[in-house]
């Protein structure tokens, strides 16, 4: 891709994206330099640790650094921003070896990017996103995940069936996460040595009964004064018990 794009608010429809702020920026150079097309510095940019390491980042790997501060002020919605990276965007496969967490339909982007960086601190490193999902390419997502997304792979399904049918196999057992689901987490007997794939629905809607026959459905037991959790809990929750 040229290097040379015009630097306009992000549209999903954009082929490349931007990192907002230094320390996603800095994770785009160090995890993903070859999808990084140039880095932007506001001259009011102060920190001289933070100028050295992505300037180093960015000579290591030979890509442009220019001064960016109308450029910075088209793209960002913050008037703090003193750096911001400018990537291609780019298509991931799952390890079909690894465990995985399923998003079906997320719409939060603060949310998304907090359940990347989650999944990436409990070591799962591969998201499938199901259905109508956010697009984890938009800066505020990248910005949530703080730089967390050059580091996992994400792959979307248009359907759970497209998911299943590929990563479907007799060492993978499925858990939907669900109010209705037949197992109390705190109480679920597994093969230890097993794949998992953990799967959350809408942060509004959660997931359809459908799910109750897919794999085994768990539940997180918690008190009657709330009626669910929170999305990003839930997942948070879920990654703890089934990594340590």
Known sequence: MNRDVPLKKYQKKMEYSYTLGAFPTVELLKNQPGQALKVLLHSNLTSVSERELVTRLCA??????????????????????????????YAACLNEKANHI???????????????????????????????????????????????????????????????????????????FMLKGATDLSRLERAQDGLFSLI??????GLDDAYLEVGKSVFI????????????????????????
Do not use: W
Not at 75 to 89: H, L, R, T
Not at 200 to 205: D, K, R, T, V
């Open 60 to 89: 290591e790997n030979q890509i442009p650094i220019e001064n960016g501060d109308k450029a910075i002020a088209r793209i960002s919605d913050k008037e703090n921003c003193m750096v911001a990276g400018v990537f291609k965007k």
């Open 102 to 176: 399923v998003l079906v339909n997320p719409s939060d982007m603060g949310n998304a990017g907090t359940i990347i960086r989650t999944c990436l601190g409990f070591g799962v490193t591969e998201i499938a996103i199901v259905g109508q999902g956010v697009d984890v390419f938009h800066p505020k997502v990248a910005r949530a995940s703080m730089g967390a997304l050059f580091q996992v792979h994400i792959q979307y399904f248009q359907d759970f069936g497209a998911y299943y049918n590929i990563y479907h196999n007799e060492k993978r057992s499925f858990y939907p």
């Open 221 to 244: 037991r918690h008190s009657n004064k709330i009626d669910s959790l929170n999305l990003l809990m839930a997942v948070g929750i879920a990654l703890f018990e089934f990594t340590r």
């Open 200 to 205: 959350f629905g809408n942060e509004a809607s």
